[in-house]
């Protein structure tokens, strides 16, 4: 591989954006295993291009594109050109998302959800890139608050469509959420299929199928994917990437640096520390 061609991503974290991290990366050879993230995450890339599956559907993003993906929805992530791709990316939560919308309409609104696929949007590539840089170099928080909350304004103005978060659920839907829970709620204990068939009342291939086509992932990865998602809490408040592992539910260190990295692009240790 050309020395140029390398692997290299920063994390990093700003009190004006709570509860999140900010990504400065160069990725070449890195493949995002499929993953989930409980907050949004809203990128700009900066040079080359990324390939990544949504939704069911293959996107291709290149300078200047914006891939956004909403909570909860399972996607990847590859080079789609020969020298890999540069992003800057926000991961902002939630909570955030919601009150800066609800202060947008003035009043409070359902969850935003933004648009499926790439976002082409040469303004808000730029308003978007402004602010993670102003972030980045911490000089003047005032006009850097400023740049971000102007900057997601936009995004979510243009490109944030109505999702309906509590309406009459279909049964399939209502079953894949009693799942989840039992998922969750056995985050560190050894649970068998079966055991989660019966929770709903179908039988182990119904359920395996059913989940799968619902959620994008098999049981066994989603629950993966939210012990590597309860870990960034844990490191994000100091503890170590030893002590979480056994905490989450992960045999063993080397299990748990291989999945982490795999979804994330880093080992715990270097995206608690913000390292390259």
């Not at 999140?20 to 409980?38: K, S």
């Not at 909570?95 to 409070?108: C, K, S, Y």
């Amino acid at each position: 591989m050309p020395a140029k061609f390398t692997d290299a991503a920063r994390f990093w974290r700003t009190p004006l954006l709570p509860g999140a991290e900010l990504l400065t990366a160069e990725y070449y050879a890195h493949e995002f295993a499929p993953h989930w993230h409980e907050g949004f995450s809203i990128s700009v890339i900066q040079a080359g291009a990324q390939s990544y599956q949504y939704r069911g559907a293959r996107c291709v993003a290149g300078a200047s594109c914006i891939p956004a993906i909403n909570p909860g929805e399972v996607h990847t992530g590859e080079r789609a050109a020969d020298h890999g791709w540069a992003y800057r990316a926000f991961y902002p939560s939630l909570a955030w998302m919601q009150t800066l919308a609800n202060d947008i309409a003035g009043r409070q609104v359902g969850s935003p959800w933004l648009v499926d696929g790439v976002i082409h949007d040469a303004e808000l590539a730029a308003r978007l890139t402004l602010a993670h840089h102003m972030l980045e170099q911490q000089t003047d928080p005032l006009a850097a608050e400023t740049a971000l909350v102007a900057a997601f304004a936009m995004l979510l103005n243009r490109y944030s469509v109505a999702h309906h978060s509590t309406p009459t659920l279909h049964a399939d839907t209502q079953r894949v959420r009693c799942l989840q829970m039992k998922l969750a709620e056995e985050l560190t204990s050894p649970v068998t299929l079966s055991e989660l068939a019966a929770v709903v009342g179908l039988s182990p291939f119904h359920v395996a199928r059913l989940f799968s086509r619902s959620v994008g992932m098999p049981p066994h990865a989603w629950r993966n994917q939210l012990r590597l998602n309860r870990a960034q809490g844990l490191l994000r408040h100091g503890m170590s990437a030893t002590e979480v592992a056994a905490t989450v539910g992960f045999a063993d260190q080397s299990h748990f640096n291989r999945h982490f990295k795999r979804a994330f692009g880093a080992t715990p240790g270097r995206w608690q520390s913000g390292a390259g």
